[in-house]
């Protein structure tokens, strides 16, 4: 186990009807607010209403941004943080899935800094991120996850997309966490069975990601991520079958949020090299990140077969039920039983299903391994994936 360092400042309020209590934990942390929101969902399922209700009558003043696109731009975060810098707006809060919680991350930094929230993303051709980040400054955050998936609801990062140039990148610092996070399990009943098994597989790839690719050694976080992959892995396909599932729902909801707040992690090092493959894809072909984590990862899974067997047959007999003993054999039945779980939940899909072109792959890989290759890693324990190896991954 390496030395670290956490901390995990945000506080969390989880429950049924926890929603109710937005404009009284609001209140005591500012007087105006902005309220960061998608440009669909929350309004259709009412959730937008009962958060401003409950703002208003909590005397909070609220200025409704409702403009974030799923995989969030950075020329819609400015108009944002524009527009909360003009209005005095004293607390961000980000309602919504892992997209509108980002999008308020970035409109409180640049709403504080007043600089352009491209410059922030790590891999920015620009290269001002190595002087902004990590980001020590920015108005208070709130959120209200609605999906179960990025963890964002209580950790200090977030990624944008900046069109132009087709980068999408994280942005991170301790200025970020949220001061507090009202997680309502109820309000994912109504995403799609889509997007909730997306999500699902988001939060399995979050715990996989540095558990196959981080320190042989860290024996605590080997336990607490397979614990909480096996609740992915039970709750996903529950929660796509039976929407309104309570139990399904929170089990996600937490899992999600405990999958990438730093408790599995730390102490274990490695790479997101999947999470930056598909970073590329969505900058490239606007899909959902889930989606695209899916697709990706039978194929990242047989080059980890080459290299670190034995991880892979770990977590086959840990979360999976794999029996063999062979560490090569358990490594392909995981994969095997990895690609039968995301069946169940309808996301074993590949590059074609979703019209990507083959003569983009190349154009992909080289951005993939050049932002990856300087920010968030891309080097597994045993060796960094080049150019070649990631359009056959993509392939
Ligand atoms: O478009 P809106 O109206 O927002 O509706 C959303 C969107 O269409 C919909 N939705 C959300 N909650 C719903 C719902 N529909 C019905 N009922 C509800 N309760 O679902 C769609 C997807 O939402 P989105 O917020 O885009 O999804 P997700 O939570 O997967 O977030 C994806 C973004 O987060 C980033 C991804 O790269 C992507 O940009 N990530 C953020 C991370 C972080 N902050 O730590 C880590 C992740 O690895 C990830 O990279
Ligand atoms: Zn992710």
Sequence with gaps: MHNFQLSMPTRIIFGRGEVENAGAEAAKLAGKVMLVTGRTSTRKTGVLQRVMHSLEAAGVEVVLYDKIEPNPRTHTVDQGGRIAREAGCELIIGL???????????????????????????????????????????????????????????????????????????????????????????????????YTADGAVDVFTHLYEAYLTGAEEARVQDHLTEGLIRAAVENGPIAVAEPENYEARAALMWASTLALIGIAGAGRGGSFPVHQMEHTLSAYYDISHGRGLAILTPAYFKRVAEDRPHRLARMGRHCFGVKATDDQLAAAETIERVIEWFRSMNVHLKMSDLGIARDSLLPMAEEAVRVGGRGQGFIPATRQLDVREVVAIYE
């Design 96 to 194: 919504g899935g892992g997209s509108p919680m980002d999008a308020a991350k970035a409109i409180a930094t640049v709403a504080k800094s007043g600089h352009p929230s491209h410059e922030y993303i790590t891999g920015n051709k620009t290269g001002r991120w190595r002087e902004l980040l990590p980001i020590q400054e920015a108005l208070p955050i709130m959120t209200i996850p609605t999906l179960a998936a990025t963890g964002s609801e209580a950790n200090n990062g977030g990624v944008l997309t900046h069109e132009a140039t087709k980068e999408k990148g994280a942005f991170s610092g301790p200025a970020l966490f949220p001061k507090v996070t009202i997680i309502d399990p109820e309000l994912t009943y109504t995403v799609s069975p889509e």
